[in-house]
């Protein structure tokens, strides 16, 4: 088997209050020079942050409202566009993105489709864009999504959620501060920190895994069940959720990935929290992760909601039957080149009617 050309995110700082050294990673200004910076909004009323950064008058700020729903496609235009206006055209010389899966995908975005013509709809997809993006800068402040180590910004278009998969995608360097992590909601840190749990389940149990990515897969898995089974160090799931995300660069997503898009587009659920309601009802796939995954569930006291389908008419789960097989390449992860006959139609909306 032919495997990925394996790429990381080339520059890395990790630990405590690193946050500090950022400009470290950043490119020198010259004269009217400047940067973008995305953060989540709720960084917008809590200090943490921004004590830290050097941000000038010329600096563009975008806060992210990371908690009403996943970015689209439209919203990455309209970013590209206002830009582009204000600074007659001329280009920033870094984008940096602060806050969860979602802000740090919004960075991404923005840094590849300043870079190439059109929508970024055009760009959902494997390897479309054509032009290396601007230099970015991802800092996480939820773990779990691996949006950090990965080459995806997932964007969330009319009729589907998918990412723009590219090398392009990926940052140019990171800071991983576990000292950011620690003020995330219970809850929340729980969904997210699952997205890692999912991650490394599905790219160890999948096909296209190799003794490389298990590895890196198998620590990022015992460092993330150690979070949530033992003690919960931010250190261990600052790490586990870069780890999770390089495993899946040099593999791929699986079935739970495939089906939480559907709830995404058509119920508005986080990431994090749909892959907990889909994984739920996965045992047959993926037995005693499930079985663990359900004790997390229940020593963290987490309720996930039953029937969600219920307020949905038929054509809203046709059409979420529809986004799960365009999942190729997670499918194909999961269950081989002929998923199709294993995951038929039926099967999909059953699953779906199970959650
Ligand atoms: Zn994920």
């Not at 050309?5 to 405590?16: A, D, N, S």
């Not at 940096?96 to 997809?125: H, P």
């Not at 593999?251 to 986080?270: F, K, M, N, P, T």
């Amino acid at each position: 088997m032919k495997f990925r050309i394996f790429k990381q995110v080339p520059k890395l700082i990790f630990g405590e209050n690193s946050i500090e050294r950022l400009d470290e990673l950043l490119p020198e200004k010259k004269e009217n020079d400047y940067y973008i910076y995305v953060i989540d909004d709720y960084f917008q009323t809590e200090s943490l942050i921004i004590n830290f950064l050097n941000i000038d008058k010329n600096d563009h700020l975008i806060y992210f409202p990371a908690t009403k729903k996943e970015p689209t496609t439209d919203q990455i235009d309209d970013y590209k566009k206002m830009i582009l206006k204000k600074y007659s055209n001329k280009l920033p010389i870094s984008v940096i993105g602060i806050g969860g899966g979602s802000s740090m995908d919004v960075a991404k975005a923005i840094s590849v489709m300043l870079c190439n013509d059109g929508s970024s709809r055009e760009y959902q997809g494997w390897d479309l864009p054509k032009n290396e993006g601007i230099y970015k800068v991802g800092i996480p402040t939820i773990a779990g999504s691996g949006s950090e180590a990965s080459r995806t910004a997932v964007l969330m278009g009319k009729d589907r959620k998918f990412g723009i998969n590219s090398d392009y995608s990926m940052f140019n360097a990171i800071i991983l501060d576990s000292n950011l992590i620690k003020s995330v909601p219970k809850d929340q840190r729980f969904y997210s920190g699952m997205d890692c749990y999912i991650h490394c389940v599905e790219s160890l149990e999948g096909t296209m895994i190799n003794e490389l990515s298990k590895g890196i897969a198998d620590k990022a898995l015992s460092l993330c069940t150690d979070v949530f089974t033992k003690n919960s160090k931010n250190d261990m799931l600052i790490t586990a959720s870069y780890l999770g995300g390089v495993s899946i660069v040099n593999s791929e997503v699986g079935i739970c990935h495939a089906l939480s898009y559907g709830l995404s587009l058509e119920l508005d659920y986080r990431h994090g929290y749909a892959n907990c309601i889909v994984f739920n009802v996965l045992h047959e796939y993926y037995g005693e992760h499930v079985n663990l995954f359900k004790k997390m569930l229940l020593d963290h006291d987490i309720t996930l909601p039953t029937n969600v389908c219920s307020s949905l008419d038929d054509v809203a789960i046709e059409r979420m039957v529809d986004m799960t097989l365009l999942m190729d390449r997670p499918l194909t992860n999961a269950l081989g080149d002929n998923w199709r006959e294993i995951l038929t139609r039926d099967k999909i909306r059953d699953l779906y009617l199970a959650m």
